[in-house]
């Protein structure tokens, strides 16, 4: 069982940069894969990026790849999403997520959920 909260979402400016941190609760961090999804209204919630347990492994959809950036500390038990150039069709909720097995690109085969936090930026 783990448990996650996001933080760090904004309003910022286009071509700005903003950094979502995701705290999670439990001893067992380091043993779940992680990613961010994001949902705009009336959108379907979508992949952003996953990171593997070590971090050693990363993917990003083609849509923030070369502008954002998913890392993570397992000591802190928090995994990172930071994004630069800013657009305005980045405004969504963000979300991360945590499953027990390798990356996915699908919301559906992930376990565990946070609440989300609000990121817009202004077109």
């Known amino acids: 069982q783990v448990q996650l909260v996001e933080s760090g979402g904004g309003l910022v400016q286009a071509g700005g940069s903003l950094r979502l941190s995701c705290a999670a609760s439990?001893?067992?961090?380091?043993?779940?894969?992680m990613g961010w999804f994001r949902q705009a209204p009336g959108k379907e919630r979508e992949f952003v990026a996953t990171?593997?347990?070590?971090?050693?492994?990363?993917y990003y959809a083609d849509s923030v790849k070369g502008r954002f950036t998913i890392s993570r500390d397992n000591a802190k038990n928090t995994v990172y999403l930071q994004m630069s150039s800013l657009k305005p069709e980045d405004t969504a909720v963000y979300y991360c997520?945590?499953?027990?097995?390798?990356?996915?690109?699908?919301?559906?085969?992930?376990?565990?959920w946070g609440q989300g936090t609000q990121v817009t930026v202004p077109s």
């Open positions: 439990g001893r067992t961090f380091s043993s779940y894969t």
């Open positions: 997520a945590a499953r027990i097995g390798g990356g996915s690109y699908y919301s559906y085969e992930y376990n565990y």
């Open positions: 990171i593997s347990w070590t971090g050693g492994r990363t």
